[in-house]
């Protein structure tokens, strides 16, 4: 018998990460705020609207009281979206006060008014040793997931031991997971890829080609990696799977929320517009201002972000969005980070290897992402 676990949150990531650890052996309890949903779930072992189309493991669970979902788990994990993140884990407190369950973040976002990282959130809100907190990240397009496309993954903690209990649970014959222990690094990824990937959307849904979108992915993991090296992050994880990889799926798949929401904003909708024709939350539209602002308090320069901004405050035409142009003078520049960091192509070397490696050793034990 595997981890008794408890799942807090069925949207299609939640579900699909449930269905992900089930079919890793795990005992699964879903916890969805609406009853009908749980009902669907835990009788039907659907979730139509978030996963249409996708049979669940018949050994999932689900129930709408919280205290029910977490009885007894040995792990904990959290698909909420970050803005009601603190509230949710306000309810969790009383349930897990005398649990020692590591508590996974599945969420990709910063707190709004703070700026913290949802593992910072998890630990002051629960008073919990950072050592119990892990996160997994990655690309991880749900649906795709779902239907058992093969997909790798990265869990991180301050605790490799934490980090490695989680991989173990979360890897099944079609999700492998890694770990590492850079965790500002694979949240940091987790968020600022979103951000590109409504600049991508927006310059899609303009009408602009694959130059255009390259060029923007390309400079775009130099923000990312500018942005995380600054606050203490490795910048190694930009290039590993919460980086890189996971850019590179947000950015292009029309499955993405974030960059189905830079295509609506593309194609001349408004922000509220954008935000009232979907069904669930693109995090990247709640994310900019506070990224930035911290951006600003680490004197780091995000023209893409900042482009980004400016068409969501409607101070720029979608049209004339074109961040991979912006300079302060015509100076020719390098392509090195802020950072200083210029490995001359070592780290798309590296990750080529890294994809090499896991299809190559797939099935093996969790691995260390050496990102």
């Not at 993405?256 to 935000?275: H, I, P």
């Not at 602002?293 to 979608?318: S, W």
Request: hydrophobic share 40%; glycine share 10%.
């Amino acid at each position: 018998m595997g981890p008794k676990v408890a799942v807090l949150g069925a949207g299609s990531w939640g579900t699909t990460f449930g269905k992900v650890l089930a079919d890793g052996g795990a005992r699964v309890t879903m916890w969805a705020r609406r009853p009908e949903q749980a009902h669907e779930i835990d009788e039907a072992k659907r979730n139509s609207q978030y996963l249409p189309g996708i049979n669940l493991p018949r050994s999932i669970r689900a129930t709408h009281r919280l205290a029910k979902a977490v009885e007894g788990a040995e792990q904990i994990y959290l698909s909420v979206p970050s803005k009601t993140a603190r509230e949710a884990l306000k309810q969790l407190r009383p349930p897990v006060a005398r649990s020692d369950a590591p508590i996974v973040s599945l969420m990709k976002g910063v707190e709004k008014r703070s700026g913290m990282r949802m593992s910072q959130v998890i630990e002051e809100v629960l008073g919990c040793d950072p050592d119990r907190i892990a996160v997994a990240s990655g690309p991880n397009l749900a649906l795709e997931i779902a239907r058992e496309q093969p997909t790798a993954a990265v869990v991180s903690s301050t605790s490799r031991e934490t980090a490695e209990l989680i991989a173990r649970t979360a890897s099944n014959p079609y999700f492998r997971t890694f770990v590492n222990t850079d965790v500002a690094g694979t949240e940091f990824g987790g968020v600022l890829k979103n951000l590109i990937a409504v600049a991508i959307g927006i310059v899609d849904g303009v009408g602009y080609g694959e130059n255009t979108k390259a060029s923007i992915i390309t400079r775009g993991l130099v923000e990312m990696t500018d942005f995380a090296v600054a606050y203490g992050a490795q910048a190694e994880t930009m290039h590993g799977l919460a980086g890189l990889g996971d850019l590179i799926a947000t950015c292009q798949s029309p499955l993405s929320r974030n960059n189905t929401a830079g295509r609506l904003l593309g194609q001349g909708y408004t922000l509220q517009d954008v935000v009232s024709h979907m069904e669930q939350t693109a995090e990247g539209l709640g994310s900019v201002e506070p990224m930035l602002k911290l951006a600003r308090a680490k004197g780091v320069e995000m023209p893409i972000v900042q482009q980004v901004k400016m068409v969501l405050d409607g101070t720029m035409n979608p049209k004339d969005i074109a961040p991979h142009l912006t300079t302060d003078d015509d100076t020719p520049q390098g392509e090195r980070t802020q950072n200083g960091q210029d490995d001359r192509g070592g780290a798309l070397r590296r990750a080529f290897q890294r994809a090499r490696d896991l299809f190559r050793d797939g099935g093996g034990s969790a691995r260390r992402d050496r990102s």
